[in-house]
């Protein structure tokens, strides 16, 4: 049985794959061109994506900038006939001025959480660029499309639900994180999928609906496509290949996390997220760590109460020095087992789910 494509209001993805973003710098241009040219939606992250540039210490904004162009065009390069998303953080302080930028470039979609993205129709209105929030909820997808509905008379063209098995910054209290009863992926994915529907129907158009957080084979994809979803988002899986923008100690540790290994933080910008406890999160964790200058890159990031500069332990970690930086995992990354080439894991995973719905 054939996967299904995803249908991106005039674009076409064969394979029902978006290569989630993780930053900074871990999913740049190498890693989603890869993803794109094998059918999938390739992701740039868009957070801090000028940390090469070498005034970045000094001039973040404008390296920024130049580095997110930089970006784009070395996907569009490598990848001319895939398509390109860059995935942007609400609660970026450049949020507008990059996401500006990255439709001047051309770019395919953005992709957008980590708060509301609002203003994201008026952004974009008048080019090409595809629209999709990132939500954790059916109350959060109904509060974006209706706004974007009222005040912009347009609708998303794709939308993303994240559940609380993500990698990375989560949109869940700590509470819920901790607590017995998780919501499950599919159970948030039917909300979104029944919330999605009326705007589809007003705006006389498919609104693909993607399920990401924990999808690790096949067989999870298969199960969400079966459930409704158009696709899947998944991140942990690709930081294991060949053409992850990582340092290969970042992925190496990815290869040696066991599951005991896997904590949930306290972010400095607030928010609860998904990380290896190594030696880093050990110990800012007791004593913290000292912030010297700030790349004032979060709206939720104070300097002088933050335990540690998350920039910093960013790129610390993608640039292979691991055992001071921060590495964000997805809840299986203990099952990764080898580093392949993109290629090798987008036919393994279409085998596994065309061989699992087959089956129904």
Same mark, same amino acid.
């Given at each position: 049985?054939?996967?299904?494509?995803?249908?991106?209001?005039?674009?076409?993805?064969?394979?029902?794959?978006?290569?989630?973003?993780?930053?900074?710098?871990?999913?740049?241009?190498?890693?989603?061109?890869?993803?794109?040219?094998?059918?999938?939606?390739?992701?740039?992250?868009?957070?801090?994506?000028?940390?090469?540039?070498?005034?970045?210490?000094?001039?973040?904004?404008?390296?920024?900038?130049?580095?997110?162009?930089?970006?784009?065009?070395?996907?569009?390069?490598?990848?001319?006939?895939?398509?390109?998303?860059?995935?942007?953080?609400?609660?970026?302080?450049?949020?507008?001025?990059?996401?500006?930028?990255?439709?001047?470039?051309?770019?395919?979609?953005?992709?957008?959480? &980590?708060?509301?993205?609002?203003?994201?129709?008026?952004?974009?209105?008048?080019?090409?660029?595809?629209?999709?929030?990132?939500?954790?909820?059916?109350?959060?997808? =109904?509060?974006?499309?209706?706004?974007?509905?009222?005040?912009?008379?347009?609708?998303?063209?794709?939308?993303?639900?994240?559940?609380? =098995?993500?990698?990375?910054?989560?949109? #869940?209290?700590? =509470?819920?994180?901790?607590?017995?009863?998780?919501?499950?992926?599919?159970?948030?994915? !039917?909300?979104?999928? =029944?919330?999605?529907?009326?705007?589809?129907?007003?705006?006389?158009?498919?609104?693909?609906?993607?399920?990401?957080?924990?999808?690790?084979?096949?067989?999870?994809?298969?199960?969400?496509?079966?459930?409704?979803?158009?696709?899947?988002?998944?991140?942990?899986?690709?930081?294991?290949?060949?053409?992850?923008?990582?340092?290969?100690? #970042?992925?190496?540790? #990815?290869?040696?996390?066991?599951?005991?290994?896997?904590?949930?933080?306290?972010?400095?910008?607030?928010?609860?997220?998904?990380?290896?406890?190594?030696?880093?999160?050990?110990?800012?964790?007791?004593?913290?760590?000292?912030?010297?200058?700030?790349?004032?890159?979060?709206?939720?990031?104070?300097?002088?109460?933050?335990?540690?500069?998350?920039?910093?332990?960013?790129?610390? &970690?993608?640039?292979? !020095?691991?055992?001071?930086?921060?590495?964000?995992?997805?809840?299986?990354?203990?099952?990764?087992?080898?580093?392949?080439?993109?290629?090798?894991?987008?036919?393994?995973?279409?085998?596994?789910?065309?061989?699992?719905?087959?089956?129904?």
């Amino acid at each position: 049985m054939n996967l299904p494509q995803i249908k991106l209001n005039g674009l076409t993805a064969a394979v029902p794959i978006v290569q989630g973003a993780m930053g900074i710098g871990v999913s740049g241009a190498r890693l989603a061109a890869a993803v794109a040219n094998e059918g999938g939606i390739g992701m740039i992250s868009g957070v801090n994506v000028g940390y090469r540039e070498p005034d970045f210490s000094t001039h973040t904004s404008e390296a920024n900038s130049r580095g997110l162009v930089s970006e784009i065009r070395k996907a569009r390069k490598l990848a001319p006939k895939g398509i390109i998303g860059l995935n942007l953080l609400v609660a970026m302080n450049q949020y507008s001025e990059l996401a500006k930028a990255a439709v001047d470039e051309g770019i395919d979609l953005i992709v957008s959480g &980590a708060g509301l993205p609002l203003k994201l129709p008026e952004i974009v209105k008048g080019s090409k660029t595809r629209i999709a929030p990132i939500v954790s909820s059916g109350k959060a997808a =109904e509060i974006i499309l209706k706004y974007w509905d009222r005040h912009f008379n347009t609708t998303a063209d794709m939308v993303v639900v994240e559940g609380t =098995e993500a990698g990375g910054h989560l949109g #869940y209290s700590p =509470e819920i994180l901790a607590g017995p009863e998780k919501p499950k992926l599919l159970d948030t994915l !039917k909300e979104v999928l =029944e919330t999605v529907k009326p705007f589809g129907e007003k705006f006389k158009r498919h609104i693909p609906v993607i399920a990401g957080g924990g999808i690790f084979n096949g067989s999870d994809i298969a199960e969400c496509i079966r459930d409704g979803a158009d696709g899947v988002q998944m991140a942990t899986r690709f930081v294991a290949t060949d053409e992850c923008d990582a340092d290969r100690a #970042y992925k190496e540790a #990815y290869l040696s996390a066991r599951e005991e290994d896997i904590v949930i933080i306290k972010s400095p910008v607030g928010m609860p997220g998904r990380a290896l406890n190594n030696a880093f999160i050990k110990r800012v964790t007791k004593c913290g760590d000292d912030i010297k200058g700030c790349f004032s890159c979060l709206k939720g990031c104070n300097p002088k109460v933050a335990p540690y500069c998350i920039s910093k332990a960013l790129i610390n &970690a993608v640039t292979g !020095k691991v055992d001071d930086g921060l590495i964000f995992v997805g809840s299986n990354v203990h099952r990764v087992k080898k580093i392949v080439p993109v290629r090798e894991l987008i036919a393994e995973l279409k085998n596994e789910a065309e061989a699992s719905l087959a089956l129904y």
